[in-house]
Each structure stands twice: as structure tokens, then as C-alpha cells.
């Protein structure tokens, strides 16, 4: 069963600073998914990551992905408040399967 | 991007009722489309798999006869609660994944269930 876990799974951070988001799964998988989800509303895809290495950005988050660590990494810069939100990483072991969802971190960001 | 619409955004029912959720690939074609249930500040957890033209996979501890998926055509895919009771209130949320490109995965808005 591929597992995924997040670390922290509750974060308070001060607006300007910089924060780290850990995804770690538990078997092999050929792409990582990164999405926001603001409070009553649905997904919104963020990052795909496809290949050992990869590293894509967006505006002040930043993702990776280690497929021989199995983890994936997202990366605030200098928060705004227009973060605040739950980001949540997902893994599939393959293109045609469903994914795998970690719990969710809920990020807080506070002037 | 791709567009996946759902509906109704929020449904409110009685005990005892059935509800249908539709969820629509509206630029695209989904041969395979994902239901996921979420509840209140927990993460999504899949249901199904819907296949169109086939049946569904259902999850371990999904009942098939309770929450009834169609998929008939390659854009659309419905979710049919049936007999509902307060427990099965929840988000329900859909997604698609496009066939080009990365095969990437787009969901629905999500559907708001109240069973009263």
C-alpha cells in the first residue's frame, strides 16, 4: 500500500519568513503532485513532479523531488498572507491510478 | 487549463433520500474520472475509480450499493448516494485526468452533502 506522510501537518509562520513542507512516500512512483486548498473550496493543482530532480516554481513556492529519498519538498519564500491555506502532496504508482493523498498541512501565515 | 465541473455545489437532503453528484470534463475527454470523499479538516480519500463504460472499483469499505457510480460517457460521470443518513455528509470531490500531455489530474469544485 503506497503511503504518504507530511510533516508539519500544522504550520504558523510569520509573514517574510521562509518554511520548508515534507512529503514522504512509502513505494516507488513516477509523479508527485502538489495542490492548495483554501477552506470550503475544491483543489487547486499547484506543481506536478515527474522525474528525479525535478524542481519547479511558482511565484514564492518552490518544489522538488528526491525519487531515491522518496520525498518531495515545498518551499516558501518570504510568506504573505495570501498563503494561508492547507497544501497537500499526492502520489500515484503510476499514470493510470488514482492518487494517494498525505493528511494535509495547514499553513497559517501571520503578519 | 483543463475544467472539471461539478454539480450541485451544495445540496442539503432528508434522511432516507438519494442524491445525485454529475462531475464533467468540459474541455476534455476522461476515459477514467476519481471520486474522493472529504471530511472537516481531513485529507481526501478515494472511493472509487469510475470507468466509462465499465464499472467501478470501489475501495475497501466503500459500499457499491450505496454510493452508485455511472460513467457513460467520456465526459461525464455521476455519484449517486443513495439512502442517505447524517454520516454520509461530507465533500465530495471528483477529478479527471487529461490523456496528452503529462496526464495531468483536475477536479471538480466539489459538492457540499448535508443530510439532515
Known amino acids: 500500500e503506497l503511503k504518504v506522510e507530511q510533516n508539519p501537518l500544522f504550520l504558523s509562520m510569520q509573514e517574510g519568513k521562509n518554511y520548508t513542507i515534507y512529503c514522504n512516500y512509502s513505494?516507488?512512483?513516477?509523479?508527485l503532485y502538489w495542490y492548495r486548498q483554501d477552506p470550503g473550496k475544491s483543489l487547486e493543482s499547484l506543481f506536478v513532479l515527474l522525474s528525479n530532480g525535478a524542481v519547479k516554481q511558482e511565484g514564492r513556492l518552490m518544489a522538488s523531488l528526491d525519487t531515491k529519498a522518496r520525498l518531495s519538498t515545498l518551499h516558501i519564500t518570504a510568506a504573505v498572507h495570501d498563503l494561508s491555506a492547507t497544501y497537500f502532496c499526492?502520489?500515484?504508482?503510476?499514470?493510470?491510478?488514482?492518487?494517494?493523498f498525505g493528511k494535509g498541512t495547514s499553513l497559517l501565515v501571520t503578519p | 487549463g483543463a475544467v472539471v465541473s461539478q454539480h450541485p455545489s451544495r445540496v442539503i437532503c432528508k434522511s432516507g433520500t438519494s442524491v445525485k453528484i454529475e462531475c464533467r470534463s468540459l474541455d476534455f475527454q476522461a476515459t477514467t474520472m476519481f471520486w474522493y470523499r472529504q471530511f472537516p479538516k481531513q485529507s481526501l480519500m478515494l472511493m472509487a475509480t469510475s470507468n466509462e463504460g465499465s464499472k467501478a472499483t470501489y475501495e475497501q469499505g466503500v459500499e457499491k450499493d450505496k454510493f452508485l457510480i455511472n460513467h457513460a460517457s467520456l465526459t461525464l460521470s455521476t455519484l449517486t448516494v443513495t439512502s442517505a443518513h447524517p454520516e454520509d455528509s461530507s465533500f465530495y470531490i471528483c477529478s479527471a485526468r487529461t490523456q496528452t500531455g503529462v496526464g495531468e489530474l483536475f477536479f471538480g469544485e466539489g459538492s457540499r452533502l448535508t443530510v439532515l
Open positions: 499526492a502520489v500515484t504508482p503510476n499514470s493510470g491510478y488514482a492518487l494517494n
Open positions: 513505494t516507488t512512483s513516477d509523479r
